[in-house]
Each structure stands twice: as C-alpha cells, then as structure tokens.
C-alpha cells in the first residue's frame, strides 16, 4: 500500500497569513494526487485534483504543486472560513490512501 | 444537482450486519466509479471500497471477505453491506462518486456504531 505522511498535522496562522501543507507519498505517484478540505461536521470537499488542477468555484487562494513523492498544498491568504482539516489523497494505486490530515486554526 | 444521500446506520451489536444505502441523483450510478469511505470518531478518512462501472470491486484489506458493495441500477442505489461488524468499523460511512479517481460528490455521510 502506498502511505501518505502529511506535515504537520495541525497548525495555527493568522488571518492573511500563507499557509503551507506537505504531504508525501511513500513511493512515486507521479501527479496523481488529490487535496480535500473538511470542515467539523461536514463531508470532506475536493479542493484540488491531479496535484495543482484548481477544482470549479474554488478561491484562487488554494493551489498545489508537486510531482513523484513531494506535493505540497498552499492557501496564500488565511480567511477565516479556511478553518478545516485538510487531507491529500493519492490514486496511482488501489487501495486508495489519505495523508492523516492537517488542523488548521486562526491564531 | 448532482448528489448523493447515504442511508442506513445505526447502532448494532459486534457480529452484527448493516446494509447503507447511497441514493444519487443527477447522474447515474452504473455510468460512474462509486466507493465508500469511512471516518471513525476523531480519526482521518479510511478508503473502504469501490465497484467500477464495469461492475469490478476492490475492497480495503481491512474488510475484505466482510463487507460487500453493490448497485441497483433501477433504482440509481448504491449499498454496502457489512456483516460480521467490529467495534473497529465505527465511523460515519460516505459515498461518494469517484469521477477521475476524484471523490465528488460526497453524501453527508451516515453513522454506524458498533457496541453491545
């Protein structure tokens, strides 16, 4: 199975702020990676697919980058609303696998 | 809109079977790839399985033999049927469409608690 180690796993910015997620895979996944956004209570929500493709209505404030084993997820400028758990997702093999997910709170 | 609503949890004893439900509009369930996820209380996403348009399924190592995902075309209905469950298989069950190995849309998920 193909592991997903996403860093860190909570962080707190303030508003405004950049705000940079790292996830790596444990083996070459070319692009094929996913970032979902999941606020408390809620369904997780598909923020950007294939690594850097920016998903329909999402705020140009989220992008992602990265290929092989190192992809890393930014929100440029912390907005409140942005407080969720955040979780990449990788599909170069079955099973499907999740980083363990990043907390991100206003300081 | 295209979505899609699960049903079915509930609380049920160790050993004992559940079937969730996963009713879509919008689109059509034989067309697309379709799969469950699960979140254990506190916990991160956990891949459960997946039936492709072909009617193929793959399940996670985890419920492999225990678990079993079909569709009703008839009634655009995608299920899950979980036997032999575990106090390790507590979590709120998502479905969702898998469009491009992309999960999306998601349902609002339903719990299932196992207990005595």
């Known amino acids: 199975d193909i592991q997903m180690t996403q860093s860190p796993s909570s962080l707190s910015a303030s508003v405004g702020d950049r705000v940079t997620i790292t996830c790596q895979a444990s083996q070459d996944i070319s692009n094929y990676l996913n970032w979902y956004q999941q606020k408390p209570g809620k369904a997780p929500k598909l923020l950007i697919y294939?690594?850097?493709n920016l998903e329909t209505g999402v705020p140009s404030r989220f992008g992602g980058s990265g290929s092989g084993t190192d992809f890393t997820f930014t929100i440029s400028s912390l907005q409140p609303e942005d407080i969720a758990t955040y979780y990449c997702q990788q599909y170069d093999n079955l099973p499907l696998t999740f980083g363990g997910g990043t907390k991100v709170e206003i300081k | 809109e295209v979505q899609v609503v699960e049903s079915g949890g509930g609380l049920v004893q160790p050993g004992g079977s559940l079937r969730l439900s996963c009713a879509a509009s919008?689109?059509?369930?034989?067309?697309?790839?379709m799969t469950w996820v699960r979140q254990a209380p506190g916990k991160g996403l956990d891949w459960v399985s997946v039936i492709y348009s072909a009617g193929t399924t793959y399940y996670s190592d985890s419920v492999k033999g225990r678990f079993t995902i079909s569709r009703d075309n008839s009634k655009n209905t995608l299920y899950l049927q979980m036997n032999s469950l575990r106090a390790e298989d507590t979590a709120v069950y998502y479905c969702?469409?898998?469009?491009?190995?992309?999960?999306?849309?998601w349902g609002q998920g339903t719990l299932v608690t196992v207990s005595s």
């Open positions: 294939a690594a850097s």
């Open positions: 919008g689109f059509t369930v034989s067309n697309n790839y």
């Open positions: 969702a469409r898998l469009l491009q190995w992309r999960f999306d849309p």
